[in-house]
Nanobody, 128 residues
Framework: QLQASGGGLVQAGGSLRLSCTVS????????MGWFRQAPDKEREFVAA???????YYSDSVKGRFTTSRDNAKDTVYLQMDSLRPDDTAVYYC????????????????????????WGQGTLVTVSS
């Protein structure tokens, strides 16, 4: 089970930190992804952190968002800085339920199809 939290209303230029707590899995062993879905748009990749610790970001958030992991808490975070109105969306965390000792290329981690379990989503609204 994945429980996302931390969404809210923020002004443009502000920051928010989303959390995703995982039950029943050790997050350090699995890839975790963040996706978002704006009204009338498809769900899109935002960021991911794989079991080896490497992180991936979409071009639209690179340099502004940072994903990280607290293994002791089985929690993954998405720190969002310099927020813009076009970041407004429901944000979802997701888990790839595959234990790996080697890693595919980046396309694997940016695909929705990779992830087996999804959180319920948390709404982020950025006002101008």
């Amino acid at each position: 089970q994945l429980q996302a939290s931390g969404g809210g209303l923020v002004q443009a230029g502000g920051s928010l930190r989303l959390s995703c707590t995982v039950s029943g899995r050790t997050v350090s062993n699995y890839a975790m992804g963040w996706f978002r879905q704006a009204p009338d748009k498809e769900r899109e990749f935002v960021a991911a952190i794989r079991s080896g610790g490497r992180m991936y970001y979409s071009d639209s958030v690179k340099g502004r968002f940072t994903t990280s992991r607290d293994n002791a808490k089985d929690t993954v975070y998405l720190q969002m800085d310099s927020l813009r109105p076009d970041d407004t969306a429901v944000y979802y965390c997701a888990l790839d339920n595959t234990f790996r000792s080697s890693w595919p290329d980046s396309d694997y981690y940016t695909s929705r199809r990779t992830y087996d379990y999804w959180g319920q989503g948390t709404l982020v609204t950025v006002s101008s």
